[in-house]
């Protein structure tokens, strides 16, 4: 499984950008899927999960009703869209996939087996 992200870019603070990931390889339609970032200077940290279904989201609560997390399964695409954007939102963010998506454990990096390499978002104030 190959992942690979785009769309990050330069945004002045309260705009929106969406960063995308492209699934390729073997059919990631059932995996749970995940978005980390990682700011300049700090630990990689959960932004937000996704189940196969889509049924289920999970969000970091410093992103929480400004990001949403959404997939295409027919496009082997995964979205997140980033509302309301702030300084802090700076980052590189990576999207993941875990082939036994658990939801007790959707923070943590560890369950996910894949990831792609990162697309930088920079939130100007």
């Known amino acids: 499984v190959q992942l690979q992200a785009y769309g990050g870019g330069l945004v002045q603070a309260g705009g929106s950008l969406r960063v995308s990931c492209v699934c390729s390889?073997?059919?990631?339609?059932?995996?749970?899927m995940g978005w980390f970032r990682r700011a300049p200077g700090k630990e990689r940290e959960f932004v937000a999960a996704i189940n196969w279904s889509a049924e289920t989201r999970y969000y970091a609560d410093s992103v929480k009703g400004r990001f949403t997390i959404s997939r295409d399964n027919a496009k082997k695409t995964v979205y997140l869209q980033m509302n309301s954007l702030k300084p802090e939102d700076t980052g590189a963010y990576y999207c993941a996939a875990a082939e036994y998506f658990s939801g007790s454990y959707y923070y943590n990096g560890e369950m996910y087996n894949y990831w792609g390499q990162g697309t930088l978002v920079t939130v100007s104030s």
């Open positions: 390889g073997r059919t990631v339609g059932n995996y749970g």
